[in-house]
């Protein structure tokens, strides 16, 4: 799947193109970007090779990526599902999950991230799947982007207890 905006094309993501995203990735960390993942992009491929991902290229060059997955909603999940009663009717029970998203700073504020998001909400369209994505409280930049687009804060707040 290819999408072309411009001087913006999204496509899929293919083995050649990790070592631009890890870069893309690494460059971000050191601009106070909060981190959903605890680890680099290289390390969360290397576990979880997500199955829906994304690069956008401009003039040929990978300035950004989103990676995420299509999967069965969860019973631990069931009750997030519930605080949106409206909208489409999803029967399939299934969740696409945006796991990470980033782009190379200079490329802000271009429609890069709208572009790599609505590729992620055509195939989770076509699957008739929910779209979620996790927060943290403190990312106030992801937060007001996701808004822009559409996203709605879940009226569900997780808790933790170290033990």
Not at 19 to 28: G, Q, T
């Amino acid at each position: 799947m290819t999408q072309n905006k411009g001087d913006i094309k999204i496509r899929g993501m293919v083995e050649s193109d990790l070592a631009k995203v890890n870069e893309v990735d690494r460059s971000l960390f050191s601009k106070g970007r909060v981190t959903t993942w605890p680890f680099s992009f290289e390390n969360y491929w290397e576990t979880y090779h997500p199955k829906l991902s994304f690069v956008a290229e401009v003039n040929g060059e990978v300035v950004g990526f989103l990676v995420g997955i299509i999967e069965k909603e969860q019973r631990s999940q069931a009750i997030l599902s519930n605080t949106f009663r409206a909208g489409p009717l999803y029967r399939s029970g299934e969740v696409g999950w945006i796991d990470m998203i980033g782009i190379r700073e200079d490329c802000w504020h271009r429609g890069i991230g709208n572009s790599l998001v609505e590729a992620f909400e055509n195939e989770c369209r076509r699957k008739n799947a929910r779209i979620r994505i996790n927060v943290r409280d403190n990312d106030k930049g992801l937060r007001e982007f996701l808004v822009r687009l559409g996203f709605v804060k879940s009226e569900i707040d997780m808790y933790r207890k170290q033990l």
